[in-house]
């Protein structure tokens, strides 16, 4: 049964930092690329962050490209999400989820993934 489980959200401050977690189980974490989504009130859920299987490939969407960093360690089957130079806008409940395949492709639409994680809320607010 795969289970996906974030942690890590919280309260920061803007230009402040946090790091997500997403801990795999159910199936063979090191095969399958990853993503980040996040979704707040009122909107539909963003495509975040990718990263390939191997960890050799990453994308991100243009609003947390050059603050958030997408990693993962295939040993410890963890998917990461270091957030940094926080904004408002930033402000979302974020998920992890599972694409289909080892490589990034279609991981802009939350349809290409067969699996999610429950979700962990972050909220930057002065």
């Known amino acids: 049964q795969v289970e996906l489980v974030e942690s890590g959200g919280g309260l920061a401050q803007p230009g402040g930092f946090l790091r997500l977690s997403c801990e795999a189980s159910g199936f063979s974490f090191g095969d399958y690329a990853m993503g980040w989504f996040r979704q707040s009130p009122g909107r539909e859920r963003e495509f975040v962050a990718a990263?390939?299987?191997?960890?050799?490939?990453?994308d991100y969407a243009n609003s947390v490209r050059g603050r958030f960093l997408v990693s993962r360690d295939n040993t410890r089957n963890t998917l990461y999400l270091q957030m940094n130079s926080l904004e408002l806008g930033d402000t979302a409940v974020y998920y992890c989820?599972?694409?289909?395949?080892?490589?990034?492709?279609?991981?802009?639409?939350?349809?290409?993934?067969?699996?999610w994680g429950q979700g962990t809320q972050a909220t930057v607010s002065s």
């Open positions: 989820g599972k694409l289909r395949g080892a490589l990034l492709q279609r991981h802009h639409n939350d349809l290409n993934y067969n699996a």
């Open positions: 990263i390939s299987a191997t960890g050799k490939s990453t």
